[in-house]
């Protein structure tokens, strides 16, 4: 069973930037996928950005260029920097995992078992 704790959340004005994080909690098996989910009010729960045990990243058309995924192994923490942030990347934003590595479609996130709170993100413009 992993646990997983978001947290950087924020505000912030439109063009600025923000980073979240997320603490795994458990036992880390040595292959993963782990990735940032995000929903607004009144929509539904979209892919942003996933990466793998082997360092392979998958980004939403949305956010190539101005998000990155990143990991730390030794810290069992995942980041997403964000830059250029626009009112249209305001949503809660989730932590997610799976530890089954074959995903034809990282951001899909039925695909993931584990998931965090949240951390809130809102960009004013």
């Known amino acids: 069973q992993v646990q997983l704790v978001e947290s950087g959340g924020g505000s912030v004005q439109a063009g600025g930037s923000l980073r979240i994080s997320c603490v795994a909690y458990g036992y880390i098996y040595s292959g993963y996928y782990m990735g940032w989910f995000r929903q607004a009010p009144g929509k539904e729960r979209e892919g942003v950005a996933t990466?793998?045990?082997?360092?392979?990243?998958t980004y939403a058309d949305s956010v190539k260029g101005r998000f990155t995924i990143s990991q730390d192994n030794a810290k069992n923490t995942l980041y997403l920097q964000m830059t250029s942030l626009k009112p249209e990347d305001t949503a809660m934003y989730y932590c997610?995992?799976?530890?089954?590595?074959?995903?034809?479609?990282?951001?899909?996130?039925?695909?993931?078992?584990?998931w965090g709170q949240g951390t809130q993100v809102t960009v004013s413009s």
């Open positions: 990466i793998n045990s082997d360092g392979s990243t």
């Open positions: 997610a995992s799976t530890y089954n590595t074959r995903l034809p479609f990282p951001l899909d996130s039925g695909s993931y078992p584990y």
